[in-house]
């Protein structure tokens, strides 16, 4: 009988199209993911190749995690087949006894379930076939990690799926509740998952997690790059508990379901009465409406009950639940556990909550538009109501347009849940600064009409479609192709329906500089919205016939009363609007594959004529700027005094403006040689020759005024309140190698050789220590900047604020840098508070938002502490002045603050709102502050070379003076967190990076994982060895060497040699290693006991492994002999959710390879005890260097 | 009161010829429209309940264009099909609120008291906040009935309406229909000759597409008056029995073989005259023979 069902079973699925979809589904997306950009399925950090095992193995992961819902709803299916059908009479009449129905049925399921997966290794087949693939992506096809995927991952979840979906449809007998039980169940899941990660509970969530996921991770986690590429994650301990678990649960779910399921069981009169009391509720709400609706004239009244009856379905569909679970899940877990690098939380600014529920929400929403406007328009044709429904004397006008409303009304319903839940985290948080017109804004804004565009497309698609699934098959595939077109569409004149500007909200100036970009398209989307909507009336299905000739025929009958002239009307204005947007010209957004050709083209031609090239350098520089926020626009007049430097005549000024603003330029003794308006460069001929110690001037005016037909924000320079920008860069000299492209796959794409940006670092080579780092064609410049702004403003510059005066209701001010500095130049304006307090003589002064005070006062304290530190132990500080500026977060989102001469801006989203109420919480704040104050020696007194290792002398540097000034203040505790996040941003970028590794004394522009991160390591680990006075003497000596400003430059070698002179001739070897080679170790406390002795004291024993390993830059490694000191050290009780207790013992320790036993003494009984415990080390796996001390 | 339908054809794209040149004039009151399983019944009622285009022909009801004014035709409408489903998880009283809405019936308090009338009178008040969808098929069809009654339709078209009724149901049923008749037009489609014979006072009788017979349903039985002759044969003698006479129809009794034979005269002494009925009429009128 089992075999029966069981075949039975199968052949049914087998005829069915919805397998034959899933498979299609799994099939394209990995096939799409390998091949092309527009599907990324991330692959694990490190795997080389796109088809490495580990990748591979991850794709089934990802199918039984992502696809979760559609594995459950095969078995819903499946399971509820009888009832749905009606033909549980039929088939429990037959004699077939329960557990041969209940098993055969489950089996052939859960084979069904698992098909989809073959998708996927079909998908992979075809790929590496592919003959426009990227070859070097791709190594040789093995289909062991396609079995181990299937075996070990994937079918344990899809049987524990399976069982899920199809016991509860058993036990509940219908199908919506399952699936939604089956969503919260995840869901919570995933949630105490996320805390167990949270705690530390790693091998615990390991064990837990139904899909394995976290297990897979863990186990590669520390492995090479090398390892990472070719092995695979096979039957490991903690896996197969972990599968063996979830197999376990399974069979003894089903074991106990056959025993107790009976056929007799199956009775309709519990679902009855919950309809009953479910339509009970609907009416009460019915009631209320029609008190309302009675004073609106009739066809508005029917408009309206067809809308509230459609949005009162909608809402209560299942599919809206499912929806929202999903919504709230990736809602919450960023709203009330999101932490930054340093477990620092951001306090919840209503700004940042609206991106998180816009951003949780999107995928939610497109999906429910898309679905549910199926649903709407065939819903009388599916429910076979249609007969009755079109017959009725409704005019054509009344159910698409009550549906259209239905839906873009239901759209508001995810946002709304969102916004309830952002203010729940708010109050929960004790934060009452809600902005509930702010979130309403949002709620209302732009994204939901692009939603309220998409459902108008999405039912204009489906009245087109013979049937629901054409449809959403046409959906799908005009999706795709509609992504293939932005980028052609974009570059036209007209914009893309749907499209708007993507707004960003900030508290300096609301959306108001969208205002005119959302006019612009708001209007466009508004005529095609109504386009499309008459066009749906038009062609929507009434009567039985909907062949398309009758329906065309359809149009004139319909095509009366109002809806004549309005649809005439609406043709009428967009034509107009049409021409309007050709006339008015909108600004052209380039795509970012545009930016990488102009980029590739700009260094084809230019580099090797001009990039060693004798260039002026800038010696003194004016800038005269008017901003007028309020209409975003600006006057910018330069005057740049060029020199030659050199011995040589020189006869070249390369020119590089800026893409989007029209600049007029005039070069003393220039004329114009080539000109390429594309890549926004000019090059200048001199005649005659500028002879040595000759200057000129370079003399640009710009005048910038946003377009009238603007259709997104070209750029965020100028805004009503809060404008940040940098004036020179609208006449860059010389070649600018900072553009060139980086990364091996990218440059080769392009035809450009696989080489640095910056050249290499050659001790001998003292020509290229002549240009410098953060101003390559400048020398030591002096500046004057003269802003003119709105009356209500404060402008900032760097210099001393010379005169500031008011004129015809504007305001100016007037700065000049004295002494001369890096030319580097920046302008900031916005109604800003400022908090002033004078340090040793200095100015120093905080200018920020007037709701943004919170954290001021660390800010103020973190630069007055870094000042002090930098001039006790580096040099005086060169400025009287010292300005911390928020700047609006929609000028970066990923910048946090940065340094130009004595001015430091600092975004609005990072520590003017982080949440530093909690003491145990790290100050960023302080530290960022502090970080950039470092900057005005690393940088502004030290200039660095424009080569290899140069952001070394800038950013590690930085960030170990950063770090003193912290651990003094606010203690050790949090040295470790601090190096903790950079050792696993150190481990987890490297093996991220395509090129390969150089040593940190070479680290490139674009390594940040090595001159933040593994430089810190470093520095921290030569301060155990030597010594913070030992260091501080080093970067004195290197600064008074390298500090006044003319070539050549310092270089990372310096740096080294300034340190080495301070090193103790023992550790040379070590300073080595740490600049000049990478090396790691893999240290573990395997033992810490601790005894008592007579005299009350306490001996604590350790047993420890060591390994020291040396790679090389493409991740091969080898164990080197090892003899080293390294920190020991023992704690008390830690509290205050701090790591550790009190130090009952740090001391350095010589140890060697393999295993080591120390011992101690203490004066208490340590909790925890461990060898490295601060992670000075960069240690492949840092979790087990301290360990529990136990009591033999 | 007048729905004149005149040579009205309806040719669907497989070639079948649904309605073939079809003319009626149908007055105030019960209308039957008998025809067997494919007759061209259904399309006929779509076509009238302005769901379907004809090929070409016209339709009138009193002065208006059927076929160009159908939003107006619409106001004036009720009707049930053969078949229909409803929105899941809505309630009788909501779905019947929905339609009385769309139909016009815009104050909300008389709306209120037409549904729940309504809802007594089809015997479903009790059973208001259940979703139709978990209705019997009786009580699913009752609701079919209610619908097409709300707002007084003066032109009524039921496509087989007292399909799964109950007697008492059914019984009840034709009382309403015979009441809402005397102000309107009510077409009543259907295969059962029973349904027609005891309501409609005029009746046309529609096969492959063609009106055989249009007229009083009385007239239809009188014209075999003295034509019917039944006579009881074993059932092994019906085919030779079918050679021989015009059969129009058979029937098992009592282990023997009853034939019922269309004859101007007795056929042979073992017939009997037998009274003709509207079944007789029918099978007499869908013959080939009868036909010709």
């Known amino acids: 009988m089992f075999r029966t069902v069981f075949l039975f079973e199968l052949a049914f699925w087998m005829r069915s199209r919805f397998l034959a979809l899933c498979l299609l589904f799994t099939f394209t997306l990995t096939y799409l993911s390998l091949t092309t950009e527009f599907i990324r399925i991330r692959a694990p950090l490190g795997a080389r190749f796109l088809n490495s095992p580990i990748a591979v193995q991850n794709h089934y992961i990802l199918y039984s995690d992502l696809c979760d819902l559609m594995i459950v709803a095969v078995a819903v299916l499946a399971a509820s087949r009888d009832f749905t059908c009606r033909t549980t009479g039929i088939i429990f009449s037959t004699g077939v006894s329960e557990v041969p129905w209940l098993l055969g049925r489950f089996a052939a399921t859960a084979i069904v379930a698992t098909m989809p997966a073959l998708g996927i290794l079909a998908g992979f087949l075809l790929a590496t076939c592919s003959p426009w693939i990227d070859h070097e992506k791709f190594t040789a096809n093995s289909f062991l990690p396609h079995l181990y995927g299937l075996i070990l991952f994937c079918a344990p979840t899809i049987l524990l799926y399976t069982t899920c979906g199809f016991v509860l449809t058993l036990r509940l007998k219908n199908a919506h509740t399952p699936i939604l039980l089956f969503a919260s169940l995840t869901y919570a899941i995933s949630l105490i998952l996320n805390l167990l990660i949270d705690r530390d509970y790693q091998a615990l969530a390991a064990l837990l997690d139904p899909n394995g996921h976290i297990g897979f991770y863990q186990h590669f986690w520390y492995w090479t790059a090398q390892e990472r590429s070719t092995s695979v994650v096979g039957f490991t301990v903690p896996l197969l508990l972990n599968r063996l678990l979830w197999i376990s649960v399974s069979c003894a779910v089903l074991m106990i379901t056959c025993r107790t399921y009976k056929f007799s069981e199956q009775s309709t009169d519990e679902n009855s009465r919950r309809r009953t009391v479910g339509v009970r509720r609907l009416r009460m709400e019915t009631s209320a409406f029609d008190q309302v609706a009675a004073l609106l004239p009739d066809s508005l009244l029917k408009l309206l009950h067809v809308t509230f009856f459609n949005l009162r379905h909608t809402v209560l569909s299942p599919l809206l639940m499912i929806l929202t679970m999903y919504f709230l899940y990736f809602l919450c877990l960023p709203l009330f556990f999101d932490v930054d690098e340093f477990k620092t939380r951001s306090l919840p600014v209503t700004s940042a909550i609206i991106d998180q529920i816009i951003e949780a929400s999107d995928t939610a929403t497109r999906f429910f538009i898309v679905v549910a406007a199926g649903l709407l328009v065939h819903r009388d044709r599916d429910t076979r109501f249609h007969e009755i429904m079109d017959s009725l004397p409704h005019s054509a006008v009344v159910i698409p347009t009550g549906r259209l409303l239905a839906l873009m009304l239901s759209i508001l319903i995810l946002p709304f849940i969102g916004i309830l839940t952002g203010i729940l985290s708010q109050t929960t948080r004790d934060y009452w600064h809600l902005q509930i017109p702010v979130y309403l804004s949002a709620l209302f804004g732009p994204v939901t009409w692009e939603y309220c565009c998409i459902a108008v497309a999405a039912m204009l698609v489906q009245t087109l479609a013979p049937g629901k699934i054409t449809g959403y098959l046409l959906l799908i595939c005009g999706a795709s192709v509609s992504a293939l077109m932005v980028p052609i569409l974009d570059g036209g004149v007209l914009p893309v329906f749907g499209a708007f500007p993507q707004v960003v909200y900030s508290d300096f100036h609301g959306y108001a500089p969208w205002f005119r970009s959302l006019l612009t398209t708001g209007i466009w989307n508004l005529l095609l919205f109504g386009l499309f909507h008459t066009a749906v009336i038009l062609l929507w299905k009434r009567g039985v016939d909907s062949a398309y000739l009758v329906r065309l025929t359809e149009i004139r009958h319909r095509l009366t009363g109002p809806l004549k002239p309005a649809a005439g009307a609406l043709c009428v204005l967009t034509t107009g609007y049409i021409l309007f947007l050709l006339l008015n010209q909108p600004d052209h957004q380039f795509s970012a594959q545009e930016h990488i050709a102009h980029a590739a083209q700009y260094e084809q031609l230019l580099r090797r004529r001009f990039e060693h090239l004798p260039h002026p350098v800038v010696t003194s520089a004016a800038y005269d700027i008017d901003l007028f926020p309020d209409r975003r626009a600006f006057k910018l007049k330069t005057d740049l005094t060029l020199e030659n430097t050199d011995s040589e005549p020189q006869t070249t000024v390369i020119l590089n403006t800026r893409r989007g603003f029209r600049t007029t330029v005039r070069i003393d003794r220039g004329y114009l040689l080539e000109d390429y308006p594309e890549l926004m460069c000019s090059i200048y001929r001199l005649d005659p020759p500028l002879l040595k110690g000759e200057r000129i001037h370079l003399r640009a005016s710009v005048d910038y005024a946003p377009t009238a037909a603007e259709l997104y924000i070209s750029n965020k320079l100028v805004l009503p309140n809060g404008s940040f920008l940098s004036p020179d860069e609208f006449t860059l000299i010389g070649y600018r190698s900072a553009g060139e492209l980086q990364g091996k796959t990218l440059r080769r794409t392009h035809n450009l050789e696989d080489r640095s940006s910056q050249q290499s670092l050659d001790p001998a080579d003292q020509q290229a220590r002549r240009r410098q780092l953060l101003d390559p064609y400048g020398r030591l410049t002096r500046f004057e900047t003269v802003i003119g702004t709105a009356a209500d403003q404060i402008a900032v510059a760097p210099g001393t604020l010379v005169n500031t005066w008011r004129q015809k209701d504007r305001q100016y001010f007037h700065y000049r840098m004295d002494p001369p500095s890096v030319h580097n130049p920046v302008i900031l304006s916005a109604q800003f508070k400022v908090a002033r307090e004078v340090w040793n003589g200095v100015d120093t002064e905080i200018y920020y938002h007037p709701d943004h005070a919170w954290n001021v006062p660390d800010m103020m304290l973190g630069m007055h502490r870094t000042l002090e530190y930098g001039s006790r132990n580096f040099s005086p500080y060169q400025f009287s002045f010292c300005r911390v500026l928020e700047f609006p977060r929609v000028h970066s989102e990923s910048l946090r603050g940065i340094a130009f001469p004595g001015v430091m801006p600092y975004s609005e989203s990072s520590g003017f709102t982080s949440d530093l109420r909690d003491p145990a919480s790290f100050n960023t704040a302080f530290y960022v502050v502090s970080h950039e104050v470092a900057h005005q020696w690393w940088g502004y007194q030290l200039l660095p070379a424009d080569i290899e290792g140069g952001k070394v002398l800038l950013e590690t540097l930085a960030d170990y003076t950063a770090m003193m000034v912290f651990e003094r203040e606010f203690g050790a505790e949090f040295t470790r967190r601090f190096l903790e996040h950079r050792t696993n941003h150190y481990l987890s970028s490297r093996l991220a990076q395509e090129d390969s590794e150089p040593p940190l004394a070479r680290s490139r522009i674009d390594q940040g994982h090595l001159f933040y991160s593994r430089g810190s390591l470093v520095m921290y680990h030569l301060r155990q060895l030597i010594g913070e006075d030992r260091i501080n003497t080093a970067l004195r000596n290197l600064l008074q060497k390298f500090g006044g400003g003319n070539p050549p430059y310092a270089t990372s070698l310096d740096l080294l040699e300034s340190l080495r002179q301070q090193t103790p001739i023992e550790h040379h070897q070590v300073l080595d290693e740490l600049f000049n080679q990478i090396t790691l170790f893999q240290n573990q406390t395997r033992s810490a006991t601790a005894q008592k002795l007579p005299d009350n004291t306490w001996q604590v024993t350790l047993l420890v492994e060591c390994r020291k390993i040396r790679s090389d830059g493409d991740g091969r490694e080898q164990d080197i002999p090892f003899e080293q000191f390294v920190e020991v050290g023992a704690f008390s009780a830690p509290q205050g959710g701090r790591r550790f207790g009190e130090p009952l013992y740090q001391k350095l320790h010589l140890l060697k390879s393999g295993s080591n036993s120390i011992t101690f003494k203490t004066q208490e009984r340590p909790e925890t005890a461990g060898i490295d415990p601060f992670l000075i080390l960069i240690d492949r796996t840092p979790k087990d260097n301290v360990v529990e001390v136990r009591t033999p | ?292």
């Not at chain 2, 017979?213 to 008056?225: C, E, F, I, N």
């Open chain 2, 1 to 292: 009161m007048l729905l004149r339908i005149d040579r009205l054809c309806k040719n669907y794209q497989c070639g079948i010829k649904a309605l073939d040149n079809v003319s009626l004039q149908i007055p105030a009151g019960l209308f039957g429209l008998l025809g067997s399983n494919g007759a061209g019944k259904s399309t006929l009622m779509r076509i009238l309940a302005t769901l379907q285009n004809p090929d070409s022909g016209d339709i009138f009801f009193n002065e208006i264009n059927v076929l160009q004014q159908k939003p107006l035709i619409r106001s004036l409408l009720g009707y049930l099909p053969q078949d229909f489903g409803v929105y899941p998880r809505t309630s009788a009283l909501d779905l019947l609120n929905h339609i009385a809405t769309l139909k016009g019936m815009t104050d909300p308090r008389s709306r209120r008291d037409a549904v729940t009338a309504m809802l007594q009178q089809v015997q479903l008040y009790n059973d208001r906040n259940r979703a139709v969808e978990t209705f019997s098929g009786g009580m699913k069809r009752r609701f079919g009935i209610a619908q097409a009654l709300l707002g007084n339709p003066r032109l009524l078209i039921v496509d087989e309406p007292t399909a799964g009724l109950d007697p008492t149901e059914r019984n009840r049923f034709c009382d309403m229909l015979v009441a809402i008749s005397e102000q309107a037009v009510v077409i009543l489609s259907t295969h059962l000759v029973h349904d027609i014979q005891q309501l409609c006072p005029n009746m046309a009788v529609i096969d492959c597409g063609r009106i055989l017979y249009a007229g009083p349903t009385a007239d239809a039985v009188s014209r075999l008056k003295s034509r019917i002759w039944k006579k009881s044969i074993h059932i092994a003698d019906l085919p030779q029995s079918r050679q021989l006479f015009q059969v129009l129809s058979t029937r098992q009794l009592m282990g023997r073989t009853e034939i019922v034979v269309f004859s101007d005269t007795q056929p042979d002494g073992d017939f009997m005259p037998c009274e003709a009925d509207l079944e007789t009429f029918f099978f007499w009128q869908t013959s080939p023979d009868g036909r010709n």
